[in-house]
T-cell receptor
Framework: DAGVTQSPTHLIKTRGQHVTLRCSPISGHKSVSWYQQVLGQGPQFIFQYYEKEERGRGNFPDRFSARQFPNYSSELNVNALLLGDSALYLC??????????????FGPGTRLTVL | AQSVTQLGSHVSVSEGALVLLRCNYSSSVPPYLFWYVQYPNQGLQLLLKYTSAATLVKGINGFEAEFKKSETSFHLTKPSAHMSDAAEYFCAVSEGYGGSQGNLIFGKGTKLSVKP
């Protein structure tokens, strides 16, 4: 079975540009979460989506947005890129129910460099 | 608010020695606790989890952790380090049953080096 996939693997942008990162969850998983991992830090929660609805949002500016599609894949969009947005962006998928523990499975990440 | 503190950003052990990585948490609700491992240029892999069952949790690759509510700790141990254990380890907490399990709060990580 394929795990969580993310594209692209690496990306270089300049300040002020816009970027779209993509994530495909494990088959059967309905929930996707996004995390930002700055070099030398632990991942920070950005968004969670479940069946196309936003279920949670971390402390990130409105330049960050996301959406989930009917096939449960997801996009993370970042507008007006800043140097500080350079990070590894991780996507995690889970079955998503609230009634039991759901393990999150992480993808390999997209390395974004903003110059 | 939930939080995680990992003591020691870098731990170095000799091959065959005990590995001890420390994690303390803060949570106002019964927590779920996790340890993840990250190898260079890779995503996160779950080592083990505590979800309010047994307080001593066994994970993959010989790692285990003990949930101690009185000490608000969830330290990760392995009796004998192997060279392949060299990686970065993250402790994480989330709200338990009924909470938003998609919102993991991570510590800053501990980089484990293993000397031959």
């Amino acid at each position: 079975d394929a795990g969580v996939t993310q594209s692209p693997t690496h990306l270089i942008k300049t300040r002020g540009q816009h970027v779209t990162l993509r994530c495909s969850p494990i088959s059967g998983h309905k929930s996707v979460s996004w995390y930002q991992q700055v070099l030398g830090q632990g991942p920070q929660f950005i968004f969670q989506y479940y069946e196309k609805e936003e279920r949670g949002r971390g402390n990130f500016p409105d330049r960050f947005s996301a959406r989930q599609f009917p096939n449960y894949s997801s996009e993370l969009n970042v507008n007006a890129l800043l140097l500080g947005d350079s990070a590894l962006y991780l996507c995690a998928s889970t079955t998503g129910t609230r009634t039991s523990y759901n393990e999150q499975f992480f993808g390999p990440g997209t390395r974004l460099t903003v110059l | 608010a939930q939080s995680v503190t990992q003591l020691g950003s870098h731990v170095s052990v000799s091959e065959g020695a005990l590995v001890l990585l420390r994690c303390n948490y803060s949570s106002s609700v019964p927590p779920y606790l996790f340890w993840y491992v990250q190898y260079p240029n890779q995503g996160l892999q779950l080592l083990l989890k505590y979800t309010s069952a047994a307080t001593l949790v066994k994970g993959i690759n010989g790692f285990e952790a003990e949930f101690k509510k009185s000490e608000t700790s969830f330290h990760l141990t392995k009796p004998s380090a192997h060279m392949s254990d060299a990686a970065e380890y993250f402790c994480a907490v989330s709200e338990g049953y009924g909470g938003s399990q998609g919102n993991l709060i991570f510590g800053k990580g501990t980089k484990l080096s293993v000397k031959p």
